[in-house]
């Protein structure tokens, strides 16, 4: 018996009966290429949802350039390597960031739960499992730029935020993100875009647009977007200060947009308690299931 099917037998071991709180939403936050501000996007975007009532956890996955720790000023004790092959718990990886925004430190790869004894798989999945219902929202940072690793994120999420600025370069590699992912699947999932760093807000909707009409007459798909952040001086100050621009600058610009777009994505009380999610369990079974068939 392979590793994978091993680990899924100890899944099913684990699957208790659903419970009243709903699973947690796991979102892949990505872009087509580095220095788009991706990584301060997902932050501030995690404290925006939490300043609306919601919990939320960041799970950092950008194995190159780990930025969501730097951005906080904050060096993190371990990660879930240290579940992996140390034997901690999760609650031990669980770090504390700023305003007690909880993140965790990623550092491996899917192909690493294939090389565990089924002791090791064990322990691994009954704290993936405390994750479960933890919280409401589960945001995914990975790293910028296309690998078969960030398609098998993107499709097991429940649905990406793909961040972009108006730069052509930039808006080129957004596009072959999303049709790379469209030649893995005949079920497209779902994008939103967020276009970042925009000089005005006519650039921005040109940006969206032009990605919309290339994913429309191309890959015959229908790209949403989620919102704008204008270019503000704020943000760079506070990424200098290592304080997110939502607490440090509040009534900035930038917060104001983060405002807007947690408004826009946020569906009203009974739209969120009736969302279908399998949570980050579900997201752990799919991409065991990708690695397998890698």
């Not at 060096?75 to 992996?84: G, I």
């Not at 007690?100 to 690493?112: K, L």
């Not at 229908?222 to 009534?251: C, W």
Request: contains cysteine.
């Amino acid at each position: 018996m392979d590793q994978a099917q091993s680990l899924r037998e100890y899944m099913q071991r684990f699957n208790v009966q659903e419970e009243k709180t709903h699973a947690s939403r796991v979102i892949t936050i990505t872009s087509g290429k580095g220095g788009v501000g991706k990584s301060n996007f997902t932050l501030n975007f995690a404290l925006g949802l939490q300043a609306a009532g919601k919990k939320v956890v960041i799970l950092d996955l950008d194995l190159s350039t780990a930025n969501i720790n730097i951005l906080m000023g904050i060096t993190p004790r371990y990660s879930l390597v240290d579940v992996l092959y140390h034997k901690k718990y999760i609650w031990d990886v669980l770090e504390k960031g700023i305003e007690g925004i909880e993140y965790i430190a990623g550092g491996f790869e899917i192909q690493d739960l294939m090389k565990l004894d089924q002791q090791t798989l064990t322990f691994f999945w009954s704290q993936i499992q405390e994750l479960q219902t933890y919280a409401d929202f589960i945001l995914l940072d990975t790293g910028a730029g296309i690998s078969k690793e960030l398609v098998d994120f993107i499709l097991a999420s429940d649905e990406t935020i793909l961040v972009t600025t108006p730069e052509p370069t930039s808006i080129a590699d957004s596009y072959a993100v999303m049709k790379t992912v469209h030649q893995y699947t005949n079920q497209f999932p779902n994008f939103l875009l967020v276009v970042n760093r925009a000089h005005s807000y006519r650039e921005a909707v040109e940006t969206s647009r032009a990605l919309k009409n290339a994913c429309g007459s191309f890959l015959k798909i229908k790209l949403k977007t989620l919102g704008f952040l204008m270019e503000d001086v704020h943000v760079g100050r506070a990424v200098r200060s290592q304080t997110p621009f939502f607490i440090s600058y509040p009534n900035s610009e930038a917060s104001r947009s983060i405002k807007q777009i947690v408004y826009t994505y946020l569906p009203d009380k009974d739209e969120f308690t009736a969302i279908k999610t399998k949570g980050i369990r579900g997201f752990f079974e799919k991409m065991l299931s990708f690695g397998k068939s890698s």
